[in-house]
């Protein structure tokens, strides 16, 4: 992206990401170990958001230990990842409703022939 800040590594500077790895030159690494390094390393970001402090506390101390979570950080990736799935959810329906304007989809004709109308 032109004019986008490089992102920013969970440890360590901040590095350029390229096909979803770190640079080996932006973390200061020369030569093998950066090669390594670079095949190694995922580049992260940290979002955030201000909850209820009474929500947070159920979420960690009663939410989590339901789901097996080890704490908050898990639970914000688990969250995400399912907003993430339900927009996925959400965008393949409105697909589905575009290609059949609106309407259900027809039966195969061997099936219709069983089920009638």
Not at 3 to 28: C, E
Not at 61 to 82: F, I, M, P
Request: proline share 4%.
């Amino acid at each position: 992206m032109p004019g986008a800040r490089p992102l920013r590594s969970g440890k360590g500077p901040a590095a350029k990401v390229k096909s979803g790895k770190i640079s080996g030159a932006s973390t200061g690494q020369t030569g093998r170990q950066a090669r390594t390094t670079e095949k190694l390393q995922v580049a992260t970001v940290t979002m955030q958001a201000r909850v209820d402090a009474d929500f947070a506390r159920e979420l960690i101390e009663s939410d989590a230990k339901v789901l097996g979570l080890s704490g908050a950080s898990e639970l914000v990736r688990e969250g995400l990842r399912l907003v993430h799935k339900q927009a996925r959810e959400a965008a393949m329906a409105a697909e589905y409703d575009k290609f059949y304007g609106g309407e259900a989809a027809p039966l195969p004709e061997g099936v219709a022939a069983i089920w009638g109308d």
